[in-house]
Nanobody
Framework: QVHLVESGGGLVQTGGSLKLSCVYS????????MAWYRQAPGKERELVVA???????IYGDSVKGRFTLIRENAKLTVHLQMNRLKPEDTAVYYC??????????WGQGTQVTVSS
């Protein structure tokens, strides 16, 4: 089992920055990818960034060049650094881990609101 807890969301103005954190615990030896997703009101959940165990990092088109995934393995934390935020970035952001066995784990989410 893997437990994920996000934090760091809040209200920020357009052009501002926020850094989200996902602290994980449990058995992660079988984890294949670590990722951030987001879901805006009335929209489907979408991938923000995914980091595979092999080192590949994939960013969603809408966040490329503005968002960065940062891993702090010693602190069992995965961060999402978000710069140049836009109102369309407003969403609940979720941390997501997937295992090689197909198990999937989600955090509770953290709200990010970008005012125009």
């Amino acid at each position: 089992q893997v437990h994920l807890v996000e934090s760091g969301g809040g209200l920020v103005q357009t052009g501002g920055s926020l850094k989200l954190s996902c602290v994980y615990s449990g058995s992660i030896f079988n984890i294949r990818t670590m990722a951030w997703y987001r879901q805006a009101p009335g929209k489907e959940r979408e991938l923000v960034v995914a980091h595979s165990n092999g080192g590949e990092i994939i960013y969603g088109d809408s966040v490329k060049g503005r968002f960065t995934l940062i891993r702090e393995n010693a602190k069992l934390t995965v961060h999402l650094q978000m710069n140049r935020l836009k109102p369309e970035d407003t969403a609940v952001y979720y941390c997501n881990f997937k295992s090689y066995d197909g198990d999937e784990y989600w955090g509770q989410g953290t709200q990010v609101t970008v005012s125009s």
